[in-house]
């Protein structure tokens, strides 16, 4: 695609449900990185893919959090129990490989849990 | 846990002054990358500097970085109303990309 598609783009759950984010980066891109973005804050990284390995996922805040990307291409940010303080915008972002310059960002999904 | 600390949290200025903003970090790094971010979404990248280079200019962009001083600055010349928006420094140190806590930038026409 033209740019780095995230869906969806708005998610209110409840405390306690389980939810799914979904990144489609762009075509070819091997790198992937997912952020999540507080409210007045930098984004802070999660994890990042070499195409469909997780070649770092040091930034995942607890085991609730999972990502996978079974084809390199799509990824898919997964959040179980859900908790208020998980309420931000996911961000995520492609680029060519590790180490390009420039890294392509989403628009966001913002997560509310109530 | 973020790397890199943004000054001043947020700036105003008159159209056609220039905006400066600053960030330190805190270890070795690779590069040096600074971002845009309108409206709490997606995050543009603006300008590279990698660490074996002191200054770099794009358009109205200029970014100098002092690795002695684990610090870099971003001046925007000669701003107009569209450049308000939220800027970001990113640093690579390896396998970890941390985003500062930005400076929010409001330009009045």
């Known amino acids: 695609g033209a740019g780095v598609s995230q869906t969806p783009s708005n998610k209110v759950t409840e405390k306690g449900k389980y939810v799914e984010l979904r990144c489609d980066p762009i075509s070819g891109h091997t790198a992937l990185y997912w952020y999540r973005q507080s409210l007045g804050q930098g984004p802070e990284f999660l994890i990042y893919f070499q195409g469909t390995g997780a070649a770092d996922d040091s930034g995942l805040p607890n085991d609730r959090f999972f990502a996978v990307r079974p084809e390199g291409s799509v990824s898919t940010l997964k959040i179980q129990r859900t908790e208020r303080g998980d309420s931000a915008v996911y961000l995520c972002a492609s680029s060519p490989f590790r180490g390009a310059d420039t890294q392509y960002f989403g628009p966001g999904t913002r997560l509310t849990v109530l | 846990s973020q790397q890199g600390e943004e000054d001043p949290q947020a700036l105003s200025i008159q159209e056609g002054e220039n905006a400066t903003m600053n960030c330190s970090y805190k270890t070795s790094i690779n590069n040096l990358q600074w971002y845009r971010q309108n409206s709490g979404r997606g995050l543009v990248h603006l300008i590279l500097?990698?660490?074996?280079?002191r200054e770099k200019h794009s358009g109205r962009l200029r970014v100098t970085l002092d690795t002695s001083k684990k610090s870099s600055s971003l001046l925007i010349t000669a701003s107009r109303a569209a450049d308000t928006a939220s800027y970001f420094c990113a640093t690579d140190a390896g396998n970890q990309f941390y985003f500062g806590t930005g400076t929010s930038l409001t330009v009045i026409p």
């Open positions: 500097i990698r660490s074996n280079e």
